[in-house]
């Protein structure tokens, strides 16, 4: 009789219980995505909220203009990531959205992600397409993604109005609900003129404002972008808000207390970051400082896994990274800061503060 082999115990195979889960989770996950971007684009939370009561599938789909069928599985799906409620009634299943669905889904929420949804799903997601060529070549993909030149990042950003005003709601849904931890997380209150370059919308110098009574807030951001910030998002009432228009690498920087750089140095390489920050130190009062809001990687690079996906992010859409807090310090020592301290906020966002000497 032939002697019998078991193939599945031999040295270095798998054991029979093993279930590749978390890869095929992670194979998945792009459909989770799609499903959060269609549902927010078809408006289907926008409907629930707007009804105040829970609604059928066919209702749904009449509502957001889609087919039944189509409607029902979508509605299965957002019941299975915990983004809507059903119920019962006389055999008939009805759709309500959880309190996280209303709060950060639907595009009448003063914290609403909607905006923040449409350009992940509009243009980062397409930029993701062109991961593996970024990985290759070591650049972003804006020329395979949307036809354009990078040569000029903000050029590439902002390649169109609707696409300028997309990444500013972008910008503004992010502040809206992690402007007030960064801002908080040392005290700025020493600081009473504070200029927030690249501020975009205005969204975390009105946390500034908020926080600190005393102090004005001047953005220093583009001239389109002061132009569309002014019309859309900051209004005359913000009357300690101020705008300044002008290219941070090219022109004159008004003098401040203190300087806030909100995700900005991780858009460019190291020596361009060293050119922003001797021009910022160059113009800051003594005694003042600046503040760099960033996600922060650990410094073995072992995460947290959303800033380690975030600097893929950078490769694909930006020059940059993402980096450690010693790596920010040293692009701060570089420029002539000194005594940089280092804030975790336990969020997605932290906070760098370099000081100049009196």
């Not at 599945?8 to 029979?16: I, K, Q, T």
């Not at 957001?64 to 599985?73: C, H, P, Q």
């Not at 062109?130 to 950003?157: H, I, M, P, W």
């Not at 290219?247 to 361009?272: C, N, Q, S, V």
Request: with cysteine; net charge negative.
């Amino acid at each position: 009789m032939a002697e019998h082999q078991d193939m599945g115990s031999s040295e270095g195979a798998p054991a029979a219980d093993t279930y590749p889960r978390k890869i095929l989770e992670y194979m998945e996950g792009f459909l989770i995505s799609k499903t959060v971007f269609t549902s927010c684009e078809l408006g289907v939370f926008d409907v629930l909220l707007g009804a105040g009561r829970p609604l059928s599938a066919e209702e749904i789909s009449r509502a957001v203009g889609a087919s039944l069928d189509g409607t029902e599985r979508l509605l299965a799906a957002c019941t299975g990531l915990q983004l809507l409620s059903t119920h019962q009634d006389n055999g008939q299943v009805l759709y309500s959205n959880t309190e996280q669905a209303s709060v950060y889904l639907t595009r009448s929420s003063p914290v609403s992600l909607y905006q923040s949804i449409q350009y992940s799903s509009r243009t980062i997601y397409l930029c993701w397409h062109y991961l593996t060529d970024a990985v290759r070549e070591g650049k972003n993909q804006y020329e395979k993604a949307f036809g354009v030149s990078s040569q000029d990042l903000f050029q590439a950003l902002y390649r169109s109005d609707e696409e300028m005003v997309k990444f500013m709601h972008l910008m503004n849904s992010i502040w809206n609900i992690c402007g007030k931890d960064v801002v908080t997380a040392f005290d700025l209150s020493p600081f009473k003129v504070i200029c927030d370059l690249g501020g975009c919308s205005g969204a975390l110098a009105k946390q500034c404002t908020s926080a600190y009574p005393e102090c004005t807030v001047t953005i220093f951001d583009l001239p389109k972008v002061v132009h569309v910030s002014r019309e859309h998002f900051v209004s005359e009432a913000d009357q300690r808000i101020s705008f300044h228009e002008g290219d941070f690498f090219k022109d004159h920087l008004p003098e401040a207390d203190l300087y806030i750089l909100a995700r900005i140095l991780h858009d460019w390489t190291d020596e361009r970051c060293i050119e922003l920050l001797r021009r910022i130190y160059k113009a800051c009062k003594p005694g003042g400082a600046v503040l760099l809001v960033e996600a922060l990687l650990r410094e073995d690079g072992s995460g947290p896994l959303t800033v380690q996906l975030y600097s893929l992010n950078m490769l694909v859409q930006t020059e940059g990274r993402e980096r450690t807090d010693v790596q920010y310090a040293a692009l701060l020592a570089a420029a002539g800061f000194t005594n940089i301290q280092h804030c975790l906020t336990g969020k997605t966002y932290d906070a760098v503060l370099g000081h100049k000497e009196t």
